[in-house]
């Protein structure tokens, strides 16, 4: 069975590198991030979700599959 792993914040440095890594690990990576610092062009293997974790209405939006 695949691990699913949820990176808040991973659209920074750390957060790529720990989606690769994961993705190595065989691991499926969600990228949680408000791209307040990070940039959407780092997520390049896992799915990106674009919402801010500030924001109690932007999180109760169901994602599109």
């Known amino acids: 069975m695949t ?3 949820l990176i808040v914040g991973g659209a920074g440095y750390i957060g790529s590198h720990m989606e690769k890594t994961l993705s190595d690990a065989g691991c499926r990576a ?3 991030d ?12 896992g799915k990106f979700v674009h919402r ?3 924001s109690r ?3 109760k939006k169901p994602e599109k599959i």
Do not use: H
């Open 30 to 32: 969600t990228v949680f």
């Open 52 to 54: 801010d974790l500030l």
């Open 3 to 5: 691990a699913s792993i």
């Open 57 to 59: 209405d932007n999180l």
């Open 34 to 45: 408000n791209l307040l610092r990070g940039y959407r062009a780092t997520v390049l293997i």
